[in-house]
């Protein structure tokens, strides 16, 4: 039973550190993406810091996953019962689709917050910043 517990403890802290580390990223990247929408209006900054947040977490997640999809492909063996076997598109591959989705459609409304004025210049930033 000891043994048990012990390694549910250590789960547990393993998880803790991951969800530490996890957020500094978000932190850091939250940081970045906001140095590029400061021009945004003052009556609108709440909304915008919400969306850059969550903007920040797609991103981390969005290359947490491109990590997993080039160690481990695009297909899996899927075997449902001994006789049954067949590739399939990994779970991580639909995630990352419908992230990516979302996360171009967060950054697409946080350029249209900006001035017009600033609205060209910041794309093409913002593209090179992505390309990094």
Request: zero cysteines; charged letters at 35%.
């Amino acid at each position: 039973m000891k043994i048990i517990k012990n390694e549910i403890y250590e789960e547990l802290i393993i998880r803790q550190k991951h969800a530490r580390y996890q957020q500094k990223k978000i932190n850091i990247e939250t940081r970045r993406i906001s140095a590029f929408f400061v021009a945004i209006p003052e009556e609108v900054q709440n909304f915008a810091m919400d969306l850059i947040e969550r903007a920040a977490f797609m991103l981390v997640t969005l290359k947490d996953l491109e990590k997993d999809i080039n160690e481990n492909g695009t297909v899996e063996l899927f075997v449902q019962n001994s006789i049954s076997k067949y590739d399939r598109e990994r779970p991580a591959i639909k995630i990352y689709n419908v992230a990516i989705k979302n996360y171009s459609q967060v950054m697409k409304q946080l350029l249209e917050l900006l001035p017009e004025e600033r609205q060209t210049e910041a794309k093409d930033e913002l593209m090179e910043f992505l390309g990094k």
